[in-house]
């Protein structure tokens, strides 16, 4: 077996090369794939040193599956090759996601759609990922008619300049100088900025839109109504979601709390609640402050924390390979 890592220089790339040693798949030739400027760089995979080549079509000839972690536009100029060459691109991107024929799998919840693709299976938003992960275990009760979501997403989100602008301005800050924000929008040391992505219809960002049409595929419920707000916090890793839902028939917090807890991937706390320190480095998401909804009749409400470079980006995309080849 031959797998290719696109972008593989990158934060999720290197995570995803920890994933696959993490999930026992040692493939026989792991080809490290990134920009020219990373040619020639040695990372460590499963006690040896791979060497990182600049990205050209050839590389993908004889290739088995391809995990990419590289941005939208990337994705579409090299999907073309990975398709021709035989190999299976499973891509983190949002070039693919809402393509009708292109499965976009969550595996614990719909890994069966991933066994329905055309060479292409796309891997969510992350902040979706981690959302869904806490609601389809109630989901499978009775279905989600209705979802309000607010995310609190981590400054490693907008990947590692995001952390090292966050880590700069407080130390500007510390030393009386004037803040230059780049990477977001405004300030985010000691600040929260309600705007991630661009805008789009009725006010709403790209990444506020994610939740409710990702949702919506992932789910199999097309009719499901979502309204999203999405924030930046001074957090350097994990998303922390706080949601409602209201479902077809009332869920009791009791049936929503043992679903919860027998969900593969989810661990629900009774005591405590999910924080980003607690949920940082591993692959599980964290479901608490589980209690009925004082707006939505008979609906809930919950709090939720997962790591989105992990689950939320380089796990999920393992874990959907795993499932291609146990399957």
Same mark, same amino acid.
């Given at each position: 077996?031959?797998?290719? +890592?696109?972008?593989?220089?990158?934060?999720?790339?290197?995570?995803?090369m920890e994933c696959l040693e993490e999930q026992q798949i040692i493939p026989d030739e792991l080809v490290l794939l990134a920009s020219p400027r990373s040619e020639?760089?040695?990372? #460590?995979?499963?006690?040896?040193?791979?060497?990182? /080549?600049?990205?050209?079509?050839?590389?993908?000839?004889?290739?088995?599956?391809?995990?990419?972690?590289?941005?939208?536009?990337?994705?579409?100029?090299?999907?073309?090759?990975?398709?021709? %060459?035989?190999? *299976?691109?499973?891509?983190?991107?949002?070039?693919?996601?809402?393509?009708?024929?292109?499965?976009? *799998?969550?595996?614990?919840?719909?890994?069966?759609?991933?066994?329905? /693709?055309?060479?292409? +299976?796309?891997? #969510?938003?992350?902040?979706? =990922?981690?959302?869904?992960?806490?609601?389809? #275990?109630? $989901?499978?009760?009775?279905?989600?008619?209705?979802? +309000?979501?607010?995310?609190?997403?981590?400054?490693?989100?907008? &990947?590692? $300049? &995001?952390?090292?602008?966050?880590?700069?301005?407080?130390?500007?800050?510390?030393?009386?100088?004037?803040?230059?924000?780049?990477?977001?929008?405004?300030?985010?040391?000691?600040? @929260?900025?309600?705007w991630i992505g661009s805008g789009k219809e009725e006010g709403y960002t790209s990444e506020e839109l994610k939740m409710r049409n990702e949702g919506r595929k =992932?789910? $199999?419920?097309?009719?499901?109504?979502?309204?999203?707000? @999405? *924030?930046?916090?001074?957090?350097?890793? %994990? /998303?922390?979601?706080? *949601?409602?839902?209201?479902?077809?028939?009332?869920?009791?917090?009791?049936?929503?709390?043992?679903?919860?807890?027998?969900?593969? &991937?989810?661990?629900?706390?009774?005591?405590?609640?999910?924080?980003?320190?607690?949920?940082?480095?591993?692959?599980?998401?964290?479901?608490?402050?589980?209690?009925?909804?004082?707006?939505?009749? &008979?609906?809930?409400?919950?709090?939720? @924390?997962?790591?989105?470079?992990?689950?939320?980006?380089?796990?999920?995309?393992? %874990?959907?390979?795993?499932?291609?080849?146990?399957?």
């Amino acid at each position: 077996m031959r797998i290719g +890592i696109l972008g593989a220089t990158g934060a999720v790339g290197r995570q995803m090369m920890e994933c696959l040693e993490e999930q026992q798949i040692i493939p026989d030739e792991l080809v490290l794939l990134a920009s020219p400027r990373s040619e020639g760089k040695i990372l #460590p995979f499963a006690k040896k040193q791979l060497t990182v /080549h600049a990205v050209r079509e050839e590389w993908f000839e004889g290739l088995d599956y391809v995990l990419g972690a590289v941005d939208a536009d990337t994705s579409k100029k090299w999907a073309p090759a990975i398709r021709k %060459s035989g190999a *299976v691109y499973i891509d983190n991107s949002s070039a693919f996601r809402l393509e009708e024929d292109i499965p976009l *799998v969550i595996p614990e919840i719909n890994g069966s759609d991933a066994l329905n /693709h055309h060479g292409i +299976i796309a891997n #969510p938003n992350c902040s979706t =990922i981690i959302t869904l992960m806490a609601v389809a #275990p109630i $989901h499978r009760i009775s279905p989600i008619r209705k979802l +309000i979501a607010s995310t609190y997403q981590a400054v490693s989100g907008a &990947g590692m $300049h &995001g952390i090292e602008e966050l880590e700069q301005e407080v130390k500007d800050l510390a030393e009386g100088k004037e803040v230059k924000p780049s990477v977001f929008p405004a300030q985010i040391a000691y600040n @929260c900025i309600p705007w991630i992505g661009s805008g789009k219809e009725e006010g709403y960002t790209s990444e506020e839109l994610k939740m409710r049409n990702e949702g919506r595929k =992932i789910l $199999h419920n097309p009719d499901m109504k979502v309204t999203c707000t @999405c *924030v930046r916090v001074p957090v350097y890793r %994990s /998303h922390s979601i706080s *949601v409602s839902v209201a479902c077809e028939e009332p869920v009791s917090v009791e049936a929503a709390a043992e679903a919860i807890s027998r969900f593969d &991937g989810d661990v629900y706390l009774e005591d405590g609640y999910p924080m980003p320190l607690d949920t940082s480095g591993q692959d599980r998401v964290y479901v608490g402050r589980l209690r009925p909804d004082m707006v939505f009749d &008979g609906g809930l409400s919950l709090f939720c @924390c997962g790591d989105q470079i992990r689950k939320g980006a380089a796990a999920n995309a393992v %874990s959907i390979l795993a499932y291609l080849l146990a399957h």
